[in-house]
């Protein structure tokens, strides 16, 4: 078993950057694909991107493609969401995730593990 914590959320005005961290305990995140969620108030939670377990590949939803990187360094057992060109719609809380399984999942049912969230706030 995994365990997750998010860390880096806060308030960013649009247009600026932010990075979410995952830190992960319990078990080496090398053997997990990770996965970050985002839930908007009111909204259900939606795919943000997905790191396979190397990081060499990346899989991105179509509203951060460009804005948004995923990375991860397996021997500090962290992985990262680079946000840049922040937009308010960006406002949610982000989640991340760890899945067992060999292939990037878009879906919230294909992962393991999760963490608390960090809320990120893009004013306008």
């Known amino acids: 078993q995994v365990q997750l914590v998010e860390s880096g959320g806060g308030l960013v005005q649009a247009g600026g950057s932010l990075r979410l961290s995952c830190a992960a305990s319990?078990?080496?995140?090398?053997?997990?694909?990770m996965g970050w969620f985002r839930q908007a108030r009111g909204m259900q939670r939606e795919f943000v991107g997905a790191?396979?377990?190397?990081?060499?590949?990346?899989y991105y939803a179509e509203s951060v493609k460009g804005r948004f990187t995923i990375s991860r360094d397996n021997a500090k057992n962290t992985v990262y969401l680079q946000m840049n060109s922040l937009k308010p719609e960006d406002t949610a809380v982000y989640y991340c995730?760890?899945?067992?399984?060999?292939?990037?999942?878009?879906?919230?049912?294909?992962?393991?593990?999760w963490g608390q969230g960090t809320q990120v706030t893009v004013s306008s």
């Open positions: 319990g078990r080496t995140l090398s053997t997990y694909i």
């Open positions: 995730a760890a899945d067992r399984s060999t292939a990037i999942d878009t879906t919230e049912g294909g992962y393991d593990y």
């Open positions: 790191s396979s377990r190397s990081g060499f590949s990346t």
